[in-house]
């Protein structure tokens, strides 16, 4: 067992949830929708994930609702494959007639797994991922891992469901925290920016716009590999 998850396993159940809750809560501050100025609210990413906004409140208010570290028992991964491809399965739009032999499988094995009463072969969990248009691993991921998913897929960063849990000096940790710190700068830049003229390289900037530029550029000097190092 690694250091990292040594000290995982150790770390109290209410300091874990109240980790997972200061960092879900900065994904939904400071990554955005698509298209939009704004952060995801409770309700859309319930509506894209298929978590429940219940599930969204109680990780966000420090009440998790389902271990987070340990492996889980074969009940709990039945519940859970069910509850992902159900969700998939409804928001396709097509049979599950036709679903199920898009995937190669029959119609009475889709039902079972929707019933949760089998679990799929690695293959045919490809296959169903496939046809839905998903990832394996989306379809037998926790709660926690559908959510880092969500907001990787709205941003430009890798966001491993690690990065909710893991301590504060793990690598993808630091990463993602880099990152959330550049979105939270940016955006702060953004207000100061009064305006650019384009035609001869001009730009107003308001109070503070030089120091948000000036935070941003020494961050990413300090992620640089060092003069000497093997990187």
Known sequence: MSANA????????????????????????????????????????????????????????????????????????????????????????????????????????????????????????EDLAATLGVEPSELAADSLGVLARHFEQSTTCQIPRRYLTYADDHPDVQRVNLHLADLEAYQRLEKNLVGVNFRNNSSRLGPGALAEIAAIVERRVKMLPQEGSSE
């Open 6 to 125: 040594k000290a995982e396993v150790c770390l109290d159940e209410e300091d874990l949830a109240a980790r997972v809750a200061r960092r879900l809560n900065a994904l939904f501050q400071w990554i955005r929708r698509p298209g939009s100025s704004r952060p995801w609210p409770d309700a859309e990413v319930a509506a894209a994930t298929g978590v429940s906004r219940a599930a969204i409140e109680a990780f966000r208010t420090v009440r998790p609702l389902e271990p987070v570290h340990q492996d889980p028992p074969k009940e709990t991964l039945l519940a859970r494959l069910t509850g992902r491809l159900t969700f998939h399965v409804d928001r396709d739009g097509r049979s599950k007639r036709a679903i199920a032999l898009a995937a190669g499988i029959t119609p009475e094995y889709l039902s079972k797994l929707l019933r949760g009463q089998c679990l799929p072969t690695v293959g045919k969990l």
